[in-house]
């Protein structure tokens, strides 16, 4: 009896023994097989999205950052397209609608992130920079040659909400004329705010210049009919970043409330800083970065790596 109890324990061992070695052998194949499957992952991902990222105009220091972001990931087979924030938003679009792949460069304040579902990429590498500030720029002479203007100018300061609400009223239809006079007409205690002991004038003509995305479209509209309640006539003129800048410093506009710093527009501050007055921060927190819809089943731009 002793003896086949014996048996039956080195039996038992060895099976014990011979699943373990079997266990160990799927442990591997399974690790490797993972390993497989995300270098797979990489590669699908990069062809569902044809090796593209699609970005905005050219001189914007976000596709700037962006191309930065290409070499510092080591996303050589990829290419940054350019197009206008119109042109991206409307790639975007068709891709959600149709649950595809596609990279952005992006920013908030923006409607899209109240219309879509999305998130930005992680940047571990920290190409994008922290958050952002948008800034009044003025004209050299401008306090001296409009100070009601300048005073009000000086004095606006709001946050992501509020450019929100004026930016999804555009976004659903509205001129953004009127969306911004809406705005003005139901947050009078903020306008007031900007106008306190500021005097009013009769007709004189103030120049704004900004560059033509959804966020300083109902920035600029607004301030616009800001300067317009105390006598101003204001015109506004949208053109491409580098001009923006360069037309306030040669005194072409007389100001603009849609520089992005320290980093989107850091190479046009760096050149004109010296011909242009900083009135600061009106809206502080905006971010940059890549952005791509919710399902899309990565969180990092080392995930577009192959």
């Not at 609608?97 to 992680?122: C, M, R, S």
């Not at 120049?207 to 800001?226: G, P, Y």
């Not at 204001?234 to 491409?240: D, S």
Request: one cysteine or more; aromatic letters at 10%; charged letters at 25%.
């Amino acid at each position: 009896m002793k003896k086949s109890l014996k048996y039956v324990v080195s039996g038992m061992a060895l099976t014990v023994f011979l699943a373990a070695c079997g266990a160990e052998e799927t442990q591997d194949e399974v690790t490797e097989t993972n390993g497989t499957e995300e270098t797979e992952a990489a590669a699908n991902v990069g062809e569902e999205l044809g090796y593209t990222i699609t970005g905005i105009d050219a001189g914007a220091g976000i596709m700037a950052a962006a191309e930065e972001a290409l070499e510092v990931y080591g996303l050589d087979n990829y290419t940054l397209q350019s197009s206008s924030d119109a042109a991206m938003t409307s790639a975007l679009n068709e891709a959600y609608e149709n649950e595809e792949a596609i990279v952005v460069t992006g920013w908030n304040p923006h409607w899209k992130f109240a219309k879509y579902d999305l998130k930005y990429l992680e940047d571990p590498e920290g190409v994008f920079g922290a958050a952002e500030d948008i800034h009044t720029i003025a004209r050299l002479g401008l306090e001296e040659d409009m100070p009601e203007a300048y005073q009000v100018l000086d004095n606006f300061y709001w946050t992501e909400e509020d450019m929100g609400e004026i930016m999804v009223e555009i976004y659903e239809g509205k001129e953004p004329e009127e969306a911004a006079a809406e705005w003005v007409e139901n947050n009078q205690d903020k306008v007031a705010e900007w106008t306190d002991g500021v005097g009013t004038v009769d007709g004189e003509t103030i120049s704004l210049a900004f560059v033509a995305w959804d966020s300083e479209i109902a920035s600029t509209n607004m301030i616009a009919k800001v300067l317009e309640s105390i006598g101003y006539t204001v015109e506004m003129n949208p053109m491409e970043g580098g001009f923006m800048w360069a037309a306030v410093a040669n005194g072409e506009a007389d100001a603009m409330v849609a520089a992005w710093l320290p980093g989107t527009h850091a190479a046009y501050y760096e050149d004109y800083q010296d011909d242009v007055v900083d009135l600061g921060a009106n809206l502080e927190g905006a971010k940059i970065g890549l952005v791509v819809p919710a399902y899309m089943e990565i969180d990092s731009i080392e995930d577009l790596q192959e």
